[in-house]
């Protein structure tokens, strides 16, 4: 099993060149055959490294001491197998056990005399041995033995010097009856030993620097995650770039976790060897999925992963001689299945130029490339080096260029977001200062649109209560074009229900926002989603359109408001016509039974009449403008007030209400003549309305120092104290067969206006009396 991780570009390509040029692949030395393998022409002063391949001597269940191969009993038992290789399932009678057992390697070396010391490379072997050089034993790894209770497998590389001699002979002893596989697996090599050296030192350096690496990278991403928890991408690479580290640590010729967990437990490293490479498969394409989102993977991708949640689950509950089974079949899923689904998904990716698509495409590749070739070295279909490490080099290093090029790319976004909010500030306060519907459309549309592209941009607007929606864009000249559709129009043209817009969405390559609450107008944007592809540029959409709403509902509000204004000062005019309109109905129907000097009287009563309907239309110009300008006399209070009262006779001659009026009071007043006895006449019309016939209604006129009081007093059914506060609001109304409930507003008005004050005490079926304070 060799599937390595993790690395930098710069070691990428050092490393392989080291891996081509230094150890070779053993093509351009001859191999060993039947046993002997011939190197008396290859002096070793080239800084080779030479593998020691081909066919070795092999003697099954059988542990042979270096001077007995003479023995005629082990002729027999002599054959061939090729180095490097497993034991195979016909070694061993009983197939559970399949791979276990011990055997007997032997090599003949034909040397050339030499300067340099010669040393031997010798890889982890499966899984414990004794190697004797000349019969001296110069290395000795695990415990030997001949059944499980006899042996202790363990990974170690060895350096061993070999005799100076011209003649070799290597001979090992290797048991295994822990893993799955055992045998010299890997290629034994001989060099000077200073190369040697080196070569250990380079690769271990290397594997350290796999190990840091994906260590930093994780450590960064956890702490990426962190301070960003929205972005759960990083996480998941985190978490990969934590296999990878393990599986650095746990793989290689150098199997530095061994050396740490060996003393522990030889079997943990082995399972975390395995489940590292089963569980960076579904981390690895949940990682890409967070970047090229896709349905099919939304709907389809926990399911294609089954076979990896399995394959660790085997490996964490399972002995070795079941879990090791999954390594085939999962060697075969991944090439065959989801390398190619996630190739289609990412090509797909591309056309949709989603953003880093082109960096994940090509780290992918990479590591795809790389993740069959080390699958085919270990199905036996070729020779060469495993390669997945540099491959997860090259996912590291596209995942760091796409980091910086996300990090640049939202360096300038939010240059040019903050250019657009500054804009957006500006244009909402015109948005929102817009006098009408269209001229906020227009305003909104504007700073969408840009100029010298063919017009995409439509804002869509549901008129209340009608299925006529309005739909604003602008057009090639830049003026604002306004059509009216039908509802099933809009969805005919947005290709959905404007009712089942919630969030923003994209719908034919279209981004579609709505704004729809609890008020009756419906909003919807329509853009291309080319130019609103991330979120910070649908975010500033979504605050345009959140000032088109505002404007709609701030316009819709001003209009009912208004409506309302202009309905209450029809009433108010309806109301106060009334009084005039009925004094001079009294006094005309007086003019016919009086003669002489009292018919002057009654059309001089007639033509004050006609005077308070002209201050009536002078106030409604006043209150159109939101204000009351009086017309200040100064009057005497008793010629005034005394004119008052006789006209209230008059007033009262249609009803069976009896009038009580005292004036206690001397001296002048400043006050709007006609706009007082609009006030007294108001009063005293609620109260002919709120009192039955026979009731009475009382006018005192006192002074005291220099204010003047006009205490007004009804014997009709008055109202509870919760209804003094609201008495004098607009829309207020007792029983009144006719009343709009504007007379107390009118009154209220008009003491303000020459900055009086009005009080009001109430008894629910005893009355009410109003004191109203003018200051002199």
Known sequence: MRFGKTTFFALLISSFLFHCGLIGSGSEHSSAKNGTLDLSKHSFEDGKIIPLDGEWEFYWEEFISPGDFSDPKFKSKKKFITVPSVWTDSFSKDLKSAGHGYATYRLKLKLRERKQSLALRIPDLGTSYILYANGKKVANVGTLGKSELETRAKYELKISLIPDSENLELVFHVSNFQNRWGGVWNSIQLGELENVLKNVQKQRDLEWALVLIAATMSFYNIFFYFFRRNESAHILFAFHCFLIMIRSLTNGDSRLAYEFLQGISWELPNRLEYISVYASGPTLYAFLYRYCKTDFWRRFGQYICIPYYLAVFVVLFFPNAYYTLTLLPIALYMPLVTMPIWFILLATGLKRKIEGGLIL?????????????????FLGLWKGIYLIQYGEVALILGYSVLISKIFSEAFRRSDTLGTKMKSLVFSTREIMQSSSYDKAADTALKMLHEKGKEQTVYVYLEEPNSSVWKRYSISSLGDLEIVEVYKYDVQDLLGLDPSSLTEPMIQNNRLIVSIQDDQPYKLIFDLPFEGYSDDSQVDWVRGIADALAFSVRNIARQDREKLAI???????????????????????KNIGSQKGKSKTNLLFQAEKEVDALTNLTLDILDFSKNRIILDLQNVDIKKYFKEIFEDLGTFFQSTKMKLVSKINAKGSIRLDPLRIRRLIFNLAKNAAEATDERGTFSIWIEKEENVVYLIFEDNGEGFSKDMEKYIFDSGFGSKKPYGTGLGLSIIRKIVSAHGGEILVSSEEGKGTRFTILLRS
């Open 361 to 377: 495409f090509a780290g992918y590749v990479v590591i795809s490339l790389c993740t069959l070739n080390d699958i085919m070295l």
């Open 566 to 588: 202009i309905g209450e000062l029809s009433a108010e005019i309806v109301h106060d016509l009334g009084h005039p309109i009925a004094m001079i109905r009294q006094n005309l």
